[in-house]
């Protein structure tokens, strides 16, 4: 509301001008209030239901880390787990043309839609990691796998997806690819850029070589999918990694180890100084677990998830 609508007078200035509210804030200042005052005579069982949609730092699951690949199931023990959302795979893919989606079913989409709505769920990110053991420097049908993913990503509001370049793509054992990927990931970029989204590449590079592939692709729809585990079995600084890369450049973060220990248990990865590393950088978004699994019970889902979902939460939220 400006001041010439005769809520305001030109001549003297309104109480919250005083303190340095402008006018057309006016409205925006006392729904806050209101909220502010709501929350602080709301109970804290409930006070997540008001604070969850601002939460810089959410932690998610991966669906195919916890078992169920592509199986709706997967969003109920996300949320038994304590997560706030879910990492979904595209599917296998092997020797197809296109992942073995089963989210292009309308039926099966709509029951994801449903479930992750009921269930409070968020879906963060789809992932074609059917990309970890094949080509996607020589994939013929690279684009038509891409499309798939963004249409999904479209159909799920989903705006994150992880395409890692894996084993057959590694830069550093495999320089030679570089100028195929990186054609690639432009072509990649074009495609994302035009439907809104981002796809995160996780790469065997440092941070530094990656902020170079990453001027190479040109592309903002292009980001680094940071993996803590790689530069922490490489013997790099971890810290000094997100540092180089800065906020802008990474999408989002697997933010665990190789599988051995739970996460509150891992001498090299000290996550509050992950937290006051990426505080410093004005970072916010999705820390997803992938793996620091207790190497004495690997396959028991419930007792590693939940450990460092837990973990997690009591250093990051």
Partial sequence: MNKHSGFLSDSAPSPLEKVGVRPNSRRTFIRNAALLTLGLSIPNSLAWAFADKN?????????????KRQKLSALPLAKELGADGLEVDMGGLGNRETFDNQLAKPEVLQQYLQQSKELNIEICSLAMTGFYAQSFATRPTYKRMVQDCIDTMKALNVKVAFLPLGVQGDLVKHPELRPAIVERLKAVGKMAKKAGVIIGIETALDATEEKQLLKDIGCSAIQIYFNFSNPLKEGRDLHQELRILG??????????????????????????????TLDDMGWKGWLVI???RDRNDPTNVRKNFTANTRYMKSVFQ
């Fill in 290 to 292: 992938e793996r620091s």
């Fill in 55 to 67: 939460q810089r730092y959410k932690i998610a699951v991966i669906d195919l880390m916890i078992l």
């Fill in 247 to 276: 906020k802008k450049r990474i999408c989002q973060i697997h933010c665990t180890d190789e599988d051995g220990v739970w996460l509150e248990n891992n001498t090299r990865l000290d996550m509050k100084k992950v937290k006051r």
